[in-house]
């Protein structure tokens, strides 16, 4: 089993960080991390915004929960909020807009009545400035947003543009989300800077089996140059009678009016699409999906301007299957290529240490070419022990699949001082204590990781599919003022450490020795350029060239835990904790 160093962690100042590829778990005491959310802050400081819910032991009461961390890893701020209406705020996405950070998700009453909501939240400390709630047509409907993204789309027609927010979600009859209740519709909400409604409209298919099956829901939204690209489910049927959950791919323009819709059934029951990436040289846009029938995900390609599907779009089969798909978005490494990220839902390894391990939601990331869907470069997959707590409405492996809910689990982000491009991450983990961990990473554009990762091999398939449609319609909503209030908490970071760790064999062996050191330390290892001597809150203490046997004096370097950042001569980065005594 991996070891891990342990740090206590609140950094409440600013200092400059060097980035590094990192690995970390942030923990509460007594409390399950769930709906995990990543988000860069844009602002300059390459810092990055975690969004989650913290739940008790027997997931009935949670926090919704904001962190910011910086590049390498450290928490700077941590809060928790609350409103003394509303006993239940679940934070859902998160977007950020230079010093501010929006959140979505629901408020609940104290019968469990829901209702969307945004707030805008200082990005510096995380105090909140501004926040409403959301009945979507009347007071009676429950509701809740799953994804929240800016604009500076002219949402009036008057050729002005109107900064403001796109609010997707659910809402209907039930509390609780559930696939089997009687009225389940999907909504988009347009608001200005000031989060009041500009426009709103709703999502559905009127031709399912009354009682019997009703999905209808938005849970992701991409801007093109024509409109808003929408996906999440809508119910259809291929066999008369018979109720599916089909993959939504449905275009409005920007005053909420439908363009196209090349919805469609893929296989059985339940299939979603959860992500879009638009491709402006092509113009073509790239739909993730996720298909129950596969268990595992594939690619729709998409005219923009007409929606019609390109015949090249393909899915994948595996052997080990149940690896569904969360995020989509263009490669860093090559233009002409697309990076997916998901989660494993079942994998058994061998640590270092020949312990037997098991994972839910362990991080993956393929890379396609964009033109044949045929996978370029390795796949990867990021190994953490943990299995999913339930039960949850939102819990991932609940059913086969994630049905509804996939939070933004990637992104990618280049350094403002130019050093380089990460993706981060964001995982789950069971600690030793039978709670669950965020679990946080970043990795460099080779994608290795020094901690525990392996490959996968992947079948490419053409899609088939037989279309459906949906119906959409504008409506009011109405609005009221939320009185929430932040209150910072403690977390605990342990930050990985790769002695016991099994690795693919891509990354050369690199050793230290002596370690713990005094006076030097020698670096054993084949490709060795450079290095970087940082301590545990990410600070440069030395840096210089480095080639195998090189000693590395330490004559200048206090007592402490240390981390040293080696780079190889193709450009790849290793992480190797370092103790000075």
Not at 103 to 118: C, E, L, N
Not at 257 to 284: C, E, K, M, R, T
Request: glycine share 8%; hydrophobic share 35%; aromatic share 12%.
């Amino acid at each position: 089993m991996k070891t891990t160093l342990f740090l206590f962690s609140i950094s409440l100042f600013s200092l400059t960080i060097y980035s590094q590829p990192f690995q970390t778990n942030v923990e509460v005491a007594n409390g399950f991390y769930h709906d995990i959310n990543i988000e860069t802050i844009n602002d300059l400081s390459n810092d990055f915004a975690i969004a989650a819910n913290i739940f008790d032991t027997n997931f009935t009461t949670q926090l919704m929960a904001i962190h910011r961390m910086n590049a390498a890893g450290t928490i700077q701020w941590s809060n928790t909020y609350t409103d003394a209406v509303f006993p239940e705020v679940r934070v859902l996405d998160v977007v950020n807009v230079v010093d501010k950070i929006y959140a979505t998700g629901y408020v609940a009453d104290g019968s469990g009545k829901r209702s969307t909501f945004i707030a805008e939240i200082q990005a510096s400390n995380g105090a909140v400035l501004n926040a409403h709630f959301y009945d979507i047509v009347n007071p009676g409907f429950n509701s809740q947003g799953f994804k929240i993204v800016q604009t500076n789309s002219d949402a009036n027609n008057d050729t002005v543009s109107d900064p403001g927010f796109l609010v997707v979600g659910l809402f209907g009859a039930c509390q609780t989300t559930d696939i089997s209740c009687a009225l389940n519709i999907g909504f988009v909400l347009r608001t200005d800077m000031n989060l009041a409604p500009i426009w709103t409209i709703e999502l559905e298919n009127n031709n399912s089996t009354a009682g019997t099956f009703d999905f209808d829901f938005i849970n992701d939204i991409t801007e093109t140059p024509t409109g808003f690209f929408l996906t999440g489910s809508i119910t259809g049927q291929v066999t008369p009678g018979v109720d599916q959950q089909g993959v939504l791919a449905y275009k409005i323009d920007f005053l909420g009016n439908p363009l196209w819709d090349q919805s469609y059934i893929f296989g059985n029951s339940q299939d979603v699409s959860v992500d879009a990436y638009y491709d402006s040289n092509s113009q073509q846009i790239f739909m993730l999906c996720n298909y129950s029938q596969t268990h595992y995900f594939g690619v729709t390609k998409l005219a923009d301007a007409t929606g019609v599907i390109d015949p090249g779009s393909w899915f994948l089969t595996g052997n080990d299957l149940n690896t569904y798909a969360f995020r989509i978005m263009e490669s860093f490494n090559n233009p002409n290529t697309l990076l997916i990220s998901g989660y494993d839902r079942d994998e058994s390894w061998v640590d270092g240490s020949n312990n037997p391990q098991f994972g839910q939601t362990n991080v993956f990331v393929h890379e396609f070419n964009k033109n044949t869907g045929a996978i370029t470069g390795g796949t990867r997959q990021y190994l953490v022990p943990h299995v999913e707590h339930g039960p949850e409405e939102f819990n991932f492996w609940g059913f086969q699949q994630p049905v509804i809910y996939y939070p933004d689990i990637s992104l990618p982000y280049t350094l403002n001082d130019g050093s380089g491009t990460y993706l981060y991450h964001a995982g789950y983990r069971t600690t030793p204590n039978s709670t669950t961990a965020a679990e946080l990473f970043a990795v460099p554009g080779s994608m290795d990781n020094e901690c525990v990762n392996l490959d996968k091999s992947l079948t490419l398939q053409p899609l088939v599919f037989n279309s459906i449609i949906g119906t959409t319609g504008h409506v009011t909503p109405s609005m009221g003022t939320l009185q929430l209030v932040a209150s910072p908490f403690n977390v605990q970071e342990r930050i990985c450490d790769d002695t016991l760790a099994v690795s693919d064999n891509e990354l050369p062996a690199i050793k230290l020795y002596p370690n713990p050191a005094s006076q030097h330390v020698y670096v054993y290892g084949m490709d060795l350029s450079s290095y970087h001597l940082l301590d545990s809150l990410g600070r440069v203490v030395l840096t210089g060239t480095l080639s195998s046997g090189e000693n590395i004096s330490l004559s200048t370097v206090v007592s402490g835990v240390y981390f040293l950042k080696i780079q190889l001569r193709d450009g790849r980065y290793t992480i190797k904790k370092l103790i000075v005594k």
